[in-house]
Structure formats: C-alpha cells, structure tokens
C-alpha cells in the first residue's frame, strides 16, 4: 500500500480552481512536514510549497504565492494545496512529498524520503 496518495487533480480553465489533496492512507507518517511539487516534461521537479508539522509554518514558491494556500488537518494526517488563479504554467504532475526528520520545511526534494504518485493538473487557455 502507498504510504502518500494524491488526489484532486484535473482540467481547469485559465483562472479556475483546484483543491489538491494529500493523504496517508496507511498511517505511516508521524509529525512530518509536508511538501508539494511540480513537474513537466523534460524540467526538474520544482518545489511548489510547504507545511510544517510543529507549527504549521507554510512556504511557498514565488511563482505560486498569494494563489496558492497549504494546509493540513493533522487529525485526518492530510495536507491540502489550494490553487486559485490557474495559469497554463501551473500545467504539471503534482506530487506530494514527507519529511519526518524534524528540521525545517525543506524546499529541496532530496530532502523528502516519502512520495505519492502524482495527480495531473491541466490548465487550459
């Protein structure tokens, strides 16, 4: 069974809105921050934002923030990226990604041990 699964992905118009959801089905994961990333096609996986567990502090890249919003519901061990204002460069794979090293939210994915499958966001013009 997969430790991290995405959901919420899909087909969206250019300003529309996506909830993304990242779950731990097997409960595997405790205390953990949480990383969301993004891929296309033939570029690196880039980091896209983040939760930390303690605090619930959030980091976001430049390129999403003030549009998109993290946040977790630690009872249900699920983390949520909000993306609002879609673009076409929002277009990717989006991965959700754990950290159980207490330290930081970390931007880099080597950093993160634990990753999902990805759920496919598409913004159309």
């Known amino acids: 069974q997969v430790d991290l699964v995405e959901s919420g992905g899909g087909y969206v118009q250019t300003g529309g809105s996506l909830r993304l959801s990242c779950a731990n089905p097997?409960?595997?994961?405790?205390?953990?921050?949480r990383g969301w990333f993004r891929q296309v096609p033939g570029k690196a996986r880039e980091f896209v934002a983040g939760?930390?567990?303690?605090?619930?502090?959030?980091y976001y890249a430049a390129s999403v923030k003030g549009r998109f919003t993290v946040s977790r519901d630690n009872a249900k061990n699920t983390v949520y990226l909000q993306m609002n204002s879609l673009n076409p460069e929002d277009t990717a794979v989006y991965y959700c990604?754990?950290?159980?090293?207490?330290?930081?939210?970390?931007?880099?994915?080597?950093?993160?041990?634990?990753w999902g499958g990805g759920t496919q966001v598409t913004v159309s013009t």
């Open positions: 990604a754990a950290d159980e090293n207490n330290r930081p939210v970390a931007r880099e994915e080597a950093e993160y041990a634990t």
């Open positions: 097997t409960r595997s994961l405790r205390r953990d921050n």
């Open positions: 939760i930390g567990w303690m605090d619930g502090t959030t």
